[in-house]
Nanobody, 126 residues
Framework: VQLQASGGGLVQAGDSLRLSCATS????????MGWFHQAPGKEREFVAA????????VYADSVKGRFTISGNNAENTVYLQMNNLQPEDTAIYYC????????????????????WGRGTQVTVSS
């Protein structure tokens, strides 16, 4: 599986962005998709995840009510709609895929994912 994230950019506080993660290659056996971000000088952090079976979603507390993860299993694409962006959302955003079948909460952990795409930069100015 190969992943390609896109949709990042420079926006002002309060604006919205929609990130996309396109998958290619062998996608059979992918059970969960997630978004993580990494700000300069910080560790990679969980943002949101989606399970293909059951279509369950889970979010980091910092983005609940502002971000929405969705996906199109037939097209193997996952989206992250980000509304009311704030300067603290500035980071490189990565999408990831997991071939492990697990409870939704396990997809909040980076170790659950075995494929990562290149990130897309999101910069929010105040």
């Amino acid at each position: 599986v190969q992943l390609q994230a896109s949709g990042g950019g420079l926006v002002q506080a309060g604006d919205s962005l929609r990130l996309s993660c396109a998958t290619s290659g062998r996608t059979v056996g992918t059970y969960g998709m997630g978004w993580f971000h990494q700000a300069p000088g910080k560790e990679r952090e969980f943002v949101a995840a989606l399970t293909w079976l059951g279509n369950r979603t889970v979010y980091a507390d910092s983005v609940k009510g502002r971000f929405t993860i969705s996906g199109n299993n037939a097209e193997n694409t996952v989206y992250l709609q980000m509304n009311n962006l704030q300067p603290e959302d500035t980071a490189i955003y990565y999408c990831a895929a997991s071939s492990y079948y697990s409870s939704a909460i396990r997809y909040t952990q980076a170790a659950t994912y075995n494929t990562w795409g290149r990130g897309t930069q999101v910069t929010v100015s105040s």
